[in-house]
């Protein structure tokens, strides 16, 4: 526990001496001062959300806002980018962990996200234990010795560090103000911030940021008005900070433009983010008994409202003068099987080839083995360039309805259900034995994948469509059946590495499907199974 606490500042877990200095006496004030000045504007942003969902639930459909299409009809531009994000042609991704950082900032690529968000489990010692490895990343200290007795460190060039903190739904339990948890992106950035920004700017450097889950340019304006406090009250030059948005939420997709405007002195562009993107559809349309999607691996960036998305999303950022990053695809190197392997890299190098004929200006990869080939895919089109913000897609014209045509419905299959089971089921286990990112089945699953999972069973058993291609409907029933049988044979499999988080996983999975009232984020009651 640190020496003495902010007054208004409670902890309610045990600080580890190896963590005091990082939940320092000033660094927690700083949190503090954030939370009262910025917390009543979450928890109306939250509503906000509510609010929009009951809309959806009765019908209405998103559209293009009509009070800012002044701002999409105007020309101006984000702010100009450091020299360090010019070039962002592969960025790796993965969670808060000292040797995973150290690979990934080695992989030659040019952008390491470190996850707080997720790909990270967020038990407590593993947020603080982040925010350690950050800091130490940034200061070009990190280094970790392994159980196989090799040494890592750092080279002398690395990749630019950017950092995701948790969303605006998900609370630090373990800290409060003034009787009140701190939201868990707060807590991410600000102490983050805190330990870095000052050291950064002596270097002539900054701290840069991805930011999830946003859903619509409000939420951004609220990062925007916490970044220009954080800068003044470290005493930061205003504009220092530079943040990419995940575009991975469907409604924030209508607003774009609006959200790269709200961020436009601290914009560093947007991002596609495939995975919870596919998630916020089902979310928002999860009531209508009309909308039903395909097997998840149907749902590829080439059918009709994915593609929609990810071109609307070049345009935007190339006519604001901005960066426009692809998302990752979920396939890793094979090492077992050379055929498989290889028909996974064909995948991973189309997908990248696909995006850079698009006009991205770089994607993103969750394996350093894959770094090379993603280089490869953006150089055979973009040559010696370090981007392709001059290249407008005026051809692009997409419209509400390019946005909303969600296809394709069919196959779903006995297979994909049993898939999202054992996937689902697997994942949440290790999320509870505090590993956030894990492959399965030759893919590499996070939370967003995980949701996509529980949310297709979940309304496909409410669904008028949500049936099998043999015909049968795809209900609580079969999904029960169906999950005993793949409990079964994952205990199997595991043996003794079968333990009761996984039993947990399985009695929550259940829950996530079988509740009537849909759980917005599987995190929301994941959290409390972490200490």
């Excluded at 593993?126 to 280094?143: F, K, M, T, V």
Aim: aromatic content about 8%; charged content about 25%.
């Amino acid at each position: 526990m640190p020496q003495s606490l902010p007054q208004g500042v409670e902890i309610n877990a045990t600080v580890p001496p190896a963590f005091a200095s990082i939940l320092s006496h000033d660094a927690l004030g700083f949190i503090a001062g954030l939370h009262r000045r910025f917390e009543a504007r979450r928890r109306e942003l939250i509503q906000l959300r509510q609010q929009r969902q009951i809309s959806l639930d009765a019908g209405t459909l998103p559209d293009f806002l009509p009070e800012t299409a002044a701002i999409r009809n105007a020309e101006w531009q984000i702010a100009p980018l450091p020299a360090d994000l010019q070039q962002r042609r592969v960025e790796i991704t993965g969670p808060a962990e000292r040797k995973v950082m150290i690979n990934a900032l080695n992989s030659g690529a040019s952008v390491f996200m470190v996850d707080f968000e997720d790909a990270q489990s967020p038990g407590w010692h593993n947020q603080l234990q982040g925010q350690l490895n950050l800091r130490d990343a940034w200061q070009h200290q990190l280094s970790h010795h392994g159980h196989d007795g090799r040494h890592y460190r750092l080279n002398e060039e690395i990749a630019t560090l950017m950092v995701r903190p948790r969303g605006w739904h998900l609370m630090e339990k373990h800290v409060l103000v003034d009787g009140q948890m701190v939201n868990g992106g707060l807590f991410d950035f600000a102490l983050s911030f805190f330990h870095s920004a000052r050291p950064l700017q002596q270097q002539g450097r900054a701290p840069y940021y991805y930011l999830p889950k946003l859903e619509s340019h409000l939420e951004a304006r609220l990062w925007n008005d916490i970044f220009i406090a954080a800068q003044e009250t470290l005493q930061i030059a205003r504009g220092s900070i530079k943040a990419t948005v995940l575009i991975e939420n469907i409604l924030a997709a209508f607003e774009m433009d609006e959200i790269l405007y709200e961020l436009r002195e601290h914009s560093a562009g947007l991002n596609a983010g495939r995975w919870d993107y596919i998630f916020s559809c089902i979310r928002h349309f999860r009531h209508n008994r009309e909308f039903c999607l395909a097997d998840r691996e149907r749902i590829t960036m080439t059918v009709p409202f994915m593609r929609s998305y990810a071109l609307q999303l070049i345009k935007t950022c190339h006519q604001r003068g901005a960066p426009a990053i692809g998302g990752m695809s979920a396939l890793i190197p094979i090492k077992h099987d050379p055929v498989a392997n290889e028909r996974a890299l064909a995948e991973i190098r189309a997908d990248k080839e696909r995006d850079a004929r698009d006009g991205y200006d770089g994607g993103w990869v969750a394996h350093p083995g894959l770094v090379p080939l993603a280089h490869e895919a953006f150089r055979s089109v973009l040559g010696d360039a370090p981007n392709q913000w001059q290249r407008q897609r005026d051809d692009v014209l997409i419209t509400a309805a390019d946005l909303l045509n969600f296809q394709p419905e069919t196959p779903i299959t006995e297979q994909g259900l049993r898939n999202n089971i054992n996937v689902g089921i697997q994942y949440l286990g290790a999320w509870f034995r505090g590993n956030g990112c894990v492959p399965i089945h030759n893919l590499l699953e996070e939370v967003a994948t995980a949701e996509i999972a529980r949310s297709q069973i979940w309304q496909w058993i409410r669904s008028a469509k949500g049936r099998l291609d043999d015909g049968r409907k795809v209900t609580l029933s079969l999904f029960r059946d169906l999950a005993a049988d793949e409990i079964n044979k994952l205990r199997a499999e595991y043996g003794g590495r079968w333990s009761n988080h996984y039993e947990d996983a399985a009695l929550l999975f259940d829950l996530l499907v079988s509740k009537d009232e849909f759980i917005d984020f599987l995190t929301i009651p994941g959290i409390e199974y972490l200490k």
